[in-house]
Structures are given as C-alpha cells and as structure tokens.
C-alpha cells in the first residue's frame, strides 16, 4: 500500500497568518492527491483534488502543489473558519489511503 | 446537494456482523460511486470500499474476506456489512459519494465493538 505521511500532527497559528501542510508519498502517485478538512460537528469537506484543483467553493485562500511524492497545502491569510484537522489522500492505487491527519490550532 | 446520512448500532460484539446504512438524498445511487470509510480512535483513517452505479463493488483489500456493500436502489440506500468484528474495528464510519476522492460525506457514526 502507498503510505502517505504529514509529518506534523499538530501546527499553531494566528488568524491572517500563512501555513503550509506537507503530505509525502511512499512512492509516486503523480498528482491522484485530494486535500480534506474535518471541523468538529461538521462533515468532511473536499477541498483540492488532483493536487491543486480546488473544488467548487473552496475558497482561493487554500492552493495545492506538489507532484510525484511530495505535496502542500498552503493556506494563505488564514481565517477562524480555517482551523481543524486536515487529511491528504492518494488515489493513485488502491487501496486508497490517507495521511495521518494535521490539526490546525490556534495560537 | 446531496447529502448522505449513517444509521445503525453504535454497538456491536465481538465476532458479530456490523451492518449501516447509508441514506442518499438529492442524488441517485444509480448514478457515481458509493463508498465508506472509517476513522479510528486517534485519527487514522482507512478506504473501505464502494459500490458503483452499476452495482460493482471494490474492496479494501484488508477487508476482503468481511465487508460486503450492497445497495437498495428503490430507497436510494447502499449498506455496509462487516463481518467478525473485534474491537479494532471500533472506529466512527463514513459513508460518502466517491470513487476516488469522496465529494460529499455523511456526519460519521460511531461504531464500538465491545462486549
């Protein structure tokens, strides 16, 4: 199975701040990456998908990059609404599997 | 908008069989991919399968010999049942609209195995 890793389980900060959220692939799975957030109460929301393809209604605050084994969340001038738990996901095989989670705090 | 909605024992015993049920609204299941996923206690999270418009299904290879996904197309419903359960299946499940990468998720149930 492809192991994805996010190497932070935990990251604090500030409304207005900048954050990056690194996932990293056991192997290449080329862009089949898809970002999640999860905020207590509420359902899981598909934010990105195909690395850096935001879906409809995430706002243009959060961007995706990366490619092959390597790839970020970015979530520029961050809002309250933005903190929760965030999960990467690849679908480039199955089984499909996810990163272990970061939660974003704040500060 | 779809939405998805769990339901079903939030306990169940040890080698007995888990069965949900996911209600879909606002899309038909005979249409795109259904499928469930589980987050254990401390956040991991675990691709279990689905089932498509067609009445195909995939597995979590992990689950192969114990899950089985079924639908019910006249009450827009598709269903997970797990079988021989232990404790380590004790973990909030998910059912979603997805092949690959869910769009749409239901709240989560919570499922304890224990007896």
């Not at chain 1, 195909?50 to 970015?74: E, K």
């Not at chain 1, 609404?81 to 690849?90: A, H, I, M, S, T």
């Not at chain 2, 606002?26 to 589980?38: A, F, H, L, P, Q």
């Not at chain 2, 114990?66 to 006249?74: E, F, L, P, V, Y």
């Amino acid at each position: 199975d492809v192991q994805m890793t996010q190497s932070l389980s935990y990251l604090a900060a500030s409304p207005g701040e900048s954050v990056s959220i690194s996932c990293k692939a056991s192997k290449s799975i080329s862009n089949y990456l898809a970002w999640y957030q999860q905020k207590p109460g509420e359902a899981y929301k598909l934010l990105i998908y195909s690395g850096s393809t935001l879906q409809s209604g995430t706002p243009s605050r959060f961007s995706g990059s990366g490619s092959g084994t390597d790839f970020t969340l970015t979530i520029r001038s961050l809002e309250p609404e933005d903190f929760g738990l965030y999960y990467c996901q690849q679908y480039y095989e199955k089984p499909y599997t996810f990163g272990a989670g970061t939660k974003l705090e704040l500060k | 908008e779809v939405q998805l909605q769990e339901s079903g024992p939030g306990l169940v015993k040890p080698s007995q069989s888990l069965s949900l049920t996911c209600s879909v609204t606002g899309y038909s299941i005979t249409s795109n991919y259904w499928g469930w996923i589980r987050k254990f206690p401390g956040n991991k999270m675990e691709w279990m399968g689905y089932i498509s418009y067609s009445g195909s299904t995939s597995y979590n290879p992990s689950l192969k010999s114990r899950i089985s996904i079924t639908r019910d197309t006249s009450k827009n419903q598709f269903f997970l049942q797990l079988n021989s359960v232990t404790t380590e299946d004790t973990a909030t499940y998910y059912c979603a609209r997805s092949r690959a990468f869910p769009d749409f998720w239901g709240p989560g149930t919570m499922v304890t195995v224990s007896s």
